[in-house]
């Protein structure tokens, strides 16, 4: 089965399928680890925020003081997250866990005010599920008809209809194209799994604090399919060219190609 990021690495270099793929060259990077560990920390925090918002927060409170009861606990779940895998954490551990603390920071603010917002409309129980509707986190589904498979990092789900939502931790948003194609993957995968047109999706670049919502039409969902053949084609034999281009300089792979 075809994972949907084989689709959009293939758009960003089809040579790097084959190397992945069939040579299996496996590289793992400081920020691929970071960006894993971004992922555990915040599938933790969103099993916990809910139960503490009910348990500490009181409709007296201000914005600042419910932003430091999140922040507070998330503290604890990045320093458990990041001790958990310091082995894998080729970083300074500390700097790693600041670095951590300040996204996350940014969050526990931003749904604090969310959440100060709407306890102006809305009763405490009722909050929560108006201001953070129904989520999946790390939704895994494969569809056989497309032969496409994936893990979603967040569906969230606003009057019967699902948004995937795709976080990243990278630095700068120059291929978004790529991650815009992944997006369309996640909405294929989704409509599969429940029967229901998926036309936009969220792409979060986290250390960019930059979010955009992007429109998923049909075109879009057909060059994911185009491109999945053309990925089936490298895994039956056909060995893409290696060509020398822009996206070499920011490959993980640049020293196997050109060393
Ligand atoms: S270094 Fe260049 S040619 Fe090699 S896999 Fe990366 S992008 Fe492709």
């Known amino acids: 089965m075809i994972y949907v990021t084989d689709v959009s690495q293939y758009a960003f270099c089809p040579y790097s399928i084959y190397l992945r793929k069939i040579r299996k060259i496996k590289v793992v990077t400081p920020p691929m680890i970071f960006g894993d560990i971004y992922h555990r920390i915040s599938e933790e925090i969103e099993k916990r925020e809910r139960v503490i918002f009910d348990i500490f927060v009181e409709e007296d409170m201000g ?19 990041v001790l958990r895998n ?24 931003d749904r604090a005010l969310l959440l100060k917002e709407a306890m102006k409309t809305y009763r405490k129980k009722d909050i929560y599920d108006v201001v953070f509707p129904e989520a999946f986190t790390e939704l895994s589904i494969a569809s056989k008809k497309l032969n496409l498979c994936g893990r979603i990092d967040r569906v969230e789900e606003i009057d019967n209809k699902y948004y995937p939502v795709e976080i990243k931790t990278s630095t700068a948003d120059r291929y978004i194209e790529k991650d815009i194609l992944q997006l369309a993957g996640y909405a294929l995968l989704l409509e599969s799994k429940f029967g229901i047109p998926v036309d936009k999706g969220v792409i979060d670049y986290v250390i960019l604090n930059k979010k955009y919502e992007v429109e998923i039409d049909t075109a879009l969902k057909n060059d994911v399919l185009k491109i999945k053949n053309s990925v089936e084609e490298i895994l039956n034999g056909y060995v893409p060219e290696k060509k020398r281009k822009k996206e070499c300089d920011f490959c993980n792979l640049r020293d196997i190609c050109w060393k």
């Open 63 to 81: 914005a600042e003081e419910i932003a430091s009861i999140f922040y507070n606990d998330t503290k604890k779940v990045v320093r458990n997250t």
């Open 86 to 109: 310091k082995r894998r954490i080729t970083e300074d551990i500390l700097g790693t866990i600041e670095r951590l603390n300040q996204l996350f920071l940014r969050r526990s603010i």
